[in-house]
């Protein structure tokens, strides 16, 4: 069973940094491509960030490109979002998710994803 658990939000100020990460209880994270996704308040949920299940492959929306990375350690079943030169425009609730499919979807789509966590909340103040 897979339960995917987000920490690591928060409120920070414009230019400074927070490390998410989403831990998987199960034993099979290291078989999931997993992305970051967030939802800010009266918009639709956008994706964020993808990793291939083995970490080498990986993509960015280009709004974060450059600012933000996406990694994993599949020997801790978490997989991370490192941001940087955070904007208040990057305040939204973010959700990590898992995908089960075999080939690797460079851009993930909420509805292509197979589990997601409950989210955690970050807020960037001006």
């Known amino acids: 069973q897979v339960q995917l658990v987000e920490s690591g939000g928060g409120l920070v100020q414009a230019g400074g940094s927070l490390r998410l990460s989403c831990a998987d209880s199960g034993r099979t994270f290291s078989s999931f491509h997993m992305g970051w996704f967030r939802q800010a308040p009266g918009k639709e949920r956008e994706f964020v960030a993808a990793?291939?299940?083995?970490?080498?492959?990986?993509n960015y929306a280009n709004s974060v490109k450059g600012r933000f990375t996406i990694s994993r350690d599949n020997a801790k079943n978490t997989v991370y979002l490192q941001m940087n030169s955070l904007k208040p425009e990057d305040t939204a609730v973010y959700y990590c998710?898992?995908?089960?499919?075999?080939?690797?979807?460079?851009?993930?789509?909420?509805?292509?994803?197979?589990?997601w966590g409950k989210g955690t909340q970050v807020t960037v103040s001006s």
């Open positions: 990793i291939s299940r083995n970490g080498v492959t990986t």
């Open positions: 998710a898992a995908d089960n499919n075999i080939m690797f979807m460079r851009i993930m789509t909420p509805g292509g994803m197979d589990y």
